[in-house]
């Protein structure tokens, strides 16, 4: 959520980067939201007032009873029943105030870095970074679902009779290939310095709203009415919030987790795209990076968690590339964004595997997570996340592109101490 100071104090600046984000009604929105907060300054200004008068008025009546003018002091007492009555009334206002300036304020997205590239759409990305790896075939490829089938890897039809589409079954070597790529990812985090946590899968309100998921306006997450509970749609979520109404010492700074859980998505809307095989689920494995960092330094944070991320794909051997998200397509939390994309030699298209984003204060406003420096000043923290990596896509890349003429798929080999085999023939 963006800090109302910021919205005084740059305000210009904070409604171009709201209408570069394709917010039509920024101006207004903006200037609506500097009334409301007018208003609940005036309001609070006159309630204090009234509180005041309060005090003094009540202080007077002991006073005047002690004095034998008992006709003063009912009076005194009449005076207070009329100002009780007002700061109840002022009370009100205040609180109606703010809780339509909350309203309002979580209804802007985040201001995008200034180096983030103007765009409406994912076709105004920017390609930053391009690997030098490629792969070439004297055959055609398959597609991932045809070698999931072929070398019984993979069913979705058991996944359908289970539970529906976009819930598939792992088998054999296919469920050892993920438990492979899940131990490498989390040992290379933990190598990077993460600390590894293993949080619920589901959460609050209160959590699915600090980190910006909630309100849930695309309908993506899993919710359990009889328990007030939601599905978390990234390990993001939980670990993020294990600093919800936080102060840390700035020594502790930077701070960084690593998970692994499954990841829930309702991918409301998704019909009609490519969905075919591991290209979209609802149910998927990812490893997730997360950092709590002190606002000088998130920057520099963004580009080593991504280095991180792109030192994975080198050492998978898989194509792949940087994106920066424009504007126009990062997500509603983020300040910037970039994507990481493999390219997918059976489908010869590039598949997204990693967002790592940089929210600056955005999710630490709404956790209400501060550090504390050394003058004893509060200071609100960044946070950054970034998938290392999500496996559905990673998975579909690594059986396309190690696919062999004999129809065998080779293991890169920095998973083969994982997995126990080279090959899946």
């Known amino acids: 959520m963006l800090e109302i100071q910021r919205l005084r104090n740059e305000k210009d600046l904070v409604i171009q980067g709201l209408k570069s984000r394709n917010i039509g009604n920024a101006s207004a929105a903006v200037e609506g939201i500097l009334e409301l ?8 200004t006159r309630l204090e007032a009234l509180q005041r008068d309060m005090n003094q008025v009540s202080k007077s009546i002991g006073q005047l009873m002690k004095n034998g ?50 765009g409406m759409s994912e076709r105004d990305n920017v390609v930053a970074k391009e690997s030098d790896h490629t792969v070439t075939f004297d055959f055609k490829p398959l597609p991932h679902w045809d070698l ?42 933990t190598r990077a310095g993460y600390v590894e946590i293993q949080p619920p899968l589901v959460v609050n309100e209160a959590s699915g709203y600090a980190t910006g998921q909630l309100p849930d ?50 991918e409301a809307g998704s019909y009609g795209k490519d969905v075919k095989g591991l290209n979209r689920l609802h149910q998927f494995d990812k490893v997730e990076i997360v950092q709590v960092t002190h606002p000088a330094r998130s920057y520099d944070t963004l580009e080593a968690m991504t280095q991180h991320v792109a030192g994975l794909l080198e050492a998978l051997a898989l194509p792949y590339r940087q994106l920066i998200l424009c504007t126009g397509d990062a997500t509603f939390t983020s300040a910037k964004t970039y994507d990481m994309e493999v390219f997918s030699a059976g489908q010869e298209r590039w598949l997204e595997v990693s967002s790592i984003s940089n929210f600056e204060t955005f999710q630490a406003n709404r956790l209400k997570l501060r550090y504390r420096d050394e003058k004893k000043k509060r200071h609100i923290c960044h946070t950054l ?16 592109n190690n696919q062999q003429a004999d129809g065998s798929i080779l293991i ?7 997995t126990g085999f080279k090959s899946i023939a």
Not at 38 to 44: F, V
Not at 222 to 231: F, P, R, S, T
Not at 412 to 418: A, I, K, S, T
Request: aromatic residues 8%; charged residues 25%; contains cysteine.
């Open 37 to 44: 907060d007018d208003r609940r300054k005036e309001a609070i």
């Open 148 to 189: 999931a089938t072929k070398h019984n890897l993979i069913s979705w039809e058991l996944g359908v009779k289970l539970t529906g589409s976009g819930f598939p079954v792992y088998i054999g070597k296919g469920a050892q290939l993920q438990r492979a790529l899940i131990s490498y990812f989390l040992t290379e985090a």
């Open 69 to 118: 003018k008992k006709e003063e002091a009912e009076q005194a007492k009449s005076q207070t029943q009329e100002i009780r009555g007002q700061i109840k009334s002022y009370e009100k206002d205040v609180q109606d105030t703010e809780q339509s300036l909350h309203e309002e304020l979580i209804k802007l997205p985040n201001i995008p870095h200034n180096s983030v590239p103007v």
């Open 412 to 418: 890169p080999e920095v998973l083969q101490p994982y």
């Open 217 to 266: 306006k695309e309908g993506q997450m899993y919710y359990i009415g009889k328990d007030d509970l939601y599905l978390i749609p990234t390990a993001e979520v939980p670990i993020t919030n294990l600093y919800r109404n936080q102060i840390l010492a700035e020594a502790d700074l930077p701070i960084k987790h690593c998970g692994y859980t499954p990841c829930f998505r309702r």
């Open 385 to 400: 996340n970034g998938s290392a990596l999500a496996l559905p896509r990673i998975l579909a890349a690594l059986l396309e």
